[in-house]
C-alpha cells in the first residue's frame, strides 16, 4: 500500500520559514513527478508547486521567488522550502504523487503564519 508521509508543518512569524519533506513508502513504483498542494477551510485544493521528469518545477505565481521544490526524479521524496512565509501561505499542506490515472496523497501537515 503507497503511503505519503509529510513532516516540517508548523507554526512561524510572517517572514519566516519552513521546509515540508514527503516521503513514499510501500510501493515499488519510482515517482518522476511529485507535488505540493495545499488547501484552506471551504475552498479547493490548489497546487503549491511540482517537480516532473527532469527536474522541471512549476510554480503557483502566489509562492513564486519564495518557495522552492526538490527532490522527485524516481527518488521518491520531495521537498518545499518556504521562504518570506505570509499569513494567507497558512493552511493545509499535502504531498501529491500521481501515477498513470492514480493520484496520492499524505495526510496533510498544518503551516500557520501568525505572529
Known amino acids: 500500500q503507497v503511503q505519503l508521509v509529510e513532516s516540517g508543518g508548523g507554526l512561524v512569524q510572517p517572514g519566516g520559514s519552513l521546509r515540508l519533506s514527503c516521503a513514499a513508502s510501500g510501493t515499488l513504483f519510482r515517482f518522476y513527478n511529485m507535488g505540493w498542494y495545499r488547501q484552506l477551510p471551504g475552498k479547493q485544493r490548489e497546487l503549491v508547486a511540482e517537480i516532473t521528469s527532469g527536474s522541471n518545477t512549476n510554480y503557483a505565481d502566489s509562492v513564486k521567488g519564495r518557495f522552492t521544490i526538490s527532490g522527485g526524479n524516481a527518488k521518491n521524496t520531495v521537498y518545499l522550502q518556504m521562504n518570506s512565509l505570509k499569513p494567507k501561505d497558512t493552511a493545509v499542506y499535502y504531498c501529491?504523487?500521481?501515477?498513470?490515472?492514480?493520484?496520492?496523497w499524505g495526510q496533510g501537515t498544518q503551516v500557520t503564519v501568525s505572529s
Open positions: 501529491n504523487a500521481p501515477w498513470g490515472t492514480l493520484n496520492y
